[in-house]
């Protein structure tokens, strides 16, 4: 009796280890793509914002080599001509109109802000690979602009944002330098620890390994961590930052987490005196 029940329990517990895995992971790997990559829409009230607040802000249309439309703002500042320019990035669930405010930190450099595909007014689907060639596009657009000075530009990435940012330097070595706040090795390495038991590289379609690419990378860079940032562990930061190829700087914002760091007073300060530094 005793070992019959025993088999039962046996089969019950072998059961529950199969099925985890052949429900698990099909979900991951088909629901990756809503996981890693939260589109956000653009309110009508958000455009009123900007045409009311800062009137000369150039709204942006670019046609990708794809038939993609894709949609911005470029904000240009100061008197300087040519003048400097910022390419952002931004996170997984941003939308990034919000970031027009920003300019006013920025004193003479000019900022461009683009949607990536399926964020805002941005059309197409998000990749990986679709981000990487769009920011390809941005600069090479944008550096022929009489406008802009091609020798002064930065990328400046955040959150998921950041291996964009990198991958564009990799490609583009006339990048004047590289802003990264709360950046990564690779998305394959920051799930595989929230996954430990899951065969992460055969299920991930977008593994943005971009630590493989910092070697090859002479533009400087400047990384902002937040102390206490549960989404990406600073050990995931630092590693990129160890395999930069050209020079680094680093700030640890204290008392701050991955949502919260470009709320301290020290942040925009930090920024600047990089974006003073380069030349």
């Known amino acids: 009796m005793i070992k019959k029940m025993l088999q039962s329990v046996l089969r ?14 099909p979900f991951l790997y088909f629901s990756q793509e809503r996981l890693l990559f939260i589109q956000q829409d653009m309110a009508d009230t958000q455009l009123s914002w900007i045409q009311n607040t800062y009137p000369h802000t150039e709204e942006i249309q670019i046609m990708t080599p794809d038939h993609v439309r894709l949609q911005g703002w470029y904000i240009k500042n100061g008197s300087e001509q040519p003048a400097p320019l910022i390419i952002y990035f931004g996170g997984n669930s941003e939308e990034i109109s919000s970031h027009i405010r920003d300019s006013n930190y ?18 197409g689907e998000p990749s990986e690979q679709n981000f990487f060639n769009d920011a390809v596009l941005l ?16 990328a400046f990435g955040r959150s998921l944002g950041t291996g964009v940012a990198v991958y564009l330097a990799s490609k583009r070595p006339k990048l004047s330098g590289v802003i ?12 595989q620890k929230v996954y430990p038991y ?34 990406i562990p600073s050990s995931n930061s630092l590693a990129l930052i160890k395999a ?16 919260n760091i470009s709320m301290s007073d020290m942040y925009w300060t930090y920024i600047m005196d990089f974006l003073n530094s380069v030349k």
Request: zero cysteines.
């Open 12 to 25: 019950i517990i072998i059961g529950v280890f199969v099925a985890i895995p052949s429900l698990l992971y």
């Open 139 to 154: 600069y090479d657009t944008f550096s022929k602009r009489t406008d802009i000075n091609a020798n002064r530009i930065v």
């Open 180 to 191: 990264l706040v709360s950046p990564y090795d690779s998305i394959q390495n920051l799930a």
């Open 106 to 123: 920025l004193n003479n450099w000019s900022l461009l802000l683009v949607n990536y595909r399926g964020y805002g007014l941005s059309e």
């Open 244 to 259: 930069w190829g050209g020079v680094t700087h680093q700030q640890l914002i204290p008392n701050t987490n991955h949502h």
């Open 198 to 231: 899951v065969p992460v590289s055969l299920l991930l379609k977008h593994p943005f390994d971009v630590i493989s690419l910092a070697p090859s990378i002479k533009s400087p860079l400047f990384a902002l961590i937040a102390q206490h940032d549960s989404v």
